[in-house]
């Protein structure tokens, strides 16, 4: 059942808190639903740190996200304000630890047009649009540079990925980077079909380069991919990193670097996590392969 991950996921990372805040869900969505008529309440599956519902109100359909971190809620509602009229679904109410959310109808994800890597091109569409934004808060927000910090640390991987790792953020840092507002996590899962166009959810409020929107599409979805032998996902990076680069106008060697900065991070992330590290690993080598 899809509730076991969260509820697993929850106790890892809050351990008492995350599962008094697991077991009060039910109660919370009640409060919610009755607060403001919210009618044929169906909650999604695979679900892993938050709780998300569909629904109706005033026969809209609207989507009802439940988020455990108060600093999460804050930057995604941040996010989706300024994003609202670039591509990210509306913010229809910010509640104390929930979001009311329009609903995207059909509201498949783009994982469903990686054939003939059509996701490609729709990727670069959604980046650009949402890249166009210039009027934003700074200060609503925080900046890649704190999610790099972790590489100061010392981790439990080869020690030549955590060198090369800090000489490329360095890199970066010296060359006066664009900064635009990211959305942070643009993997195909996060980006939905609203009609005819396609609009993004789950927004995550860092400001930074550009590239590291590209990064997480690039690796993803991990639950199709995690399986493929390394010949497969090589051919595949190389070709994403190719034709993104060309539509937005990019390096490919910084697209390059970037990716591989980002797959070190996710395996950080896993290893607080608890999670496993095997994918993550597996692409750290064919990105670093790609470099050398
Ligand atoms: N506005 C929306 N319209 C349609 N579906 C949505 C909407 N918001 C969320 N969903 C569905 O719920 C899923 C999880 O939502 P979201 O991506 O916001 O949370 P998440 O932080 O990724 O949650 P988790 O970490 O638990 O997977 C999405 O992958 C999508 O299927
Ligand atoms: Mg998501």
Same mark, same amino acid.
């Given at each position: 059942?899809?509730?076991?991950?969260?509820?697993?996921?929850?106790?890892?990372?809050?351990?008492?808190?995350?599962?008094?805040?697991?077991?009060?869900?039910?109660?919370?969505?009640?409060?919610?639903?009755?607060?403001?008529?919210?009618?044929?309440?169906?909650?999604?599956?695979?679900?892993?740190?938050?709780?998300?519902?569909?629904?109706?109100?005033? &026969?809209?359909?609207? +989507? =009802?996200?439940?988020?455990?971190?108060?600093? $999460?809620?804050? @930057?995604?509602?941040? *996010?989706?304000?300024?994003?609202?009229?670039?591509?990210?679904?509306?913010?229809?109410?910010?509640?104390?630890?929930?979001?009311?959310?329009?609903?995207?109808?059909?509201?498949?994800?783009?994982?469903?047009?990686?054939?003939?890597?059509?996701?490609?091109?729709?990727?670069?569409?959604?980046?650009?649009?949402?890249?166009?934004?210039?009027?934003?808060?700074?200060?609503?927000?925080?900046?890649?540079?704190?999610?790099?910090?972790?590489?100061?640390?010392?981790?439990?991987?080869?020690?030549?990925?955590?060198?090369?790792?800090?000489?490329?953020?360095?890199?970066?840092?010296?060359?006066?980077?664009?900064?635009?507002?990211?959305?942070?996590?643009?993997?195909?899962?996060?980006?939905?079909?609203?009609? &005819?166009?396609?609009? +993004? =959810?789950?927004?995550?409020?860092?400001?930074? $380069?550009?590239? @590291?929107?590209?990064? *997480?599409?690039?690796?993803?979805?991990?639950?199709?991919?995690?399986?493929?032998?390394?010949?497969?996902?090589?051919?595949?990076?190389?070709?994403?990193?190719?034709?993104?680069?060309?539509?937005?106008?990019?390096?490919?060697?910084?697209?390059?670097?970037?990716?591989?900065?980002?797959?070190?991070?996710?395996?950080?992330?896993?290893?607080?996590?608890?999670?496993?590290?095997?994918?993550?690993?597996?692409?750290?080598?064919?990105?670093?392969?790609?470099?050398?």
């Amino acid at each position: 059942m899809s509730f076991d991950t969260l509820y697993k996921n929850m106790i890892t990372l809050y351990e008492e808190e995350g599962k008094k805040w697991c077991d009060e869900l039910p109660e919370k969505v009640d409060h919610i639903v009755k607060h403001f008529g919210i009618t044929e309440t169906l909650p999604y599956e695979n679900l892993s740190y938050n709780y998300v519902v569909s629904g109706l109100m005033n &026969n809209h359909p609207i +989507v =009802i996200k439940i988020i455990y971190d108060k600093k $999460n809620l804050h @930057y995604e509602s941040k *996010s989706l304000s300024a994003f609202k009229h670039v591509g990210s679904v509306n913010l229809l109410y910010r509640g104390d630890g929930f979001l009311l959310l329009e609903k995207s109808i059909p509201g498949s994800s783009l994982a469903t047009m990686i054939d003939n890597d059509e996701d490609i091109l729709l990727l670069s569409h959604v980046i650009h649009q949402l890249h166009t934004l210039r009027d934003y808060k700074r200060s609503d927000f925080r900046n890649l540079q704190d999610l790099f910090s972790v590489f100061d640390q010392e981790w439990n991987f080869p020690n030549d990925y955590l060198h090369k790792v800090r000489l490329i953020r360095n890199y970066f840092n010296n060359q006066n980077q664009q900064q635009v507002l990211l959305h942070g996590d643009l993997h195909h899962d996060n980006i939905l079909k609203h009609g &005819n166009n396609w609009k +993004v =959810i789950d927004p995550k409020g860092i400001i930074g $380069n550009p590239l @590291y929107d590209a990064t *997480s599409f690039i690796l993803n979805p991990i639950r199709l991919l995690k399986n493929k032998e390394e010949e497969y996902l090589s051919k595949l990076f190389a070709r994403r990193i190719k034709k993104i680069s060309e539509l937005q106008g990019w390096s490919e060697q910084n697209l390059t670097a970037y990716s591989f900065m980002y797959t070190i991070l996710s395996w950080i992330w896993a290893l607080q996590d608890g999670t496993d590290i095997e994918y993550q690993q597996k692409c750290a080598n064919i990105l670093d392969s790609f470099m050398t």
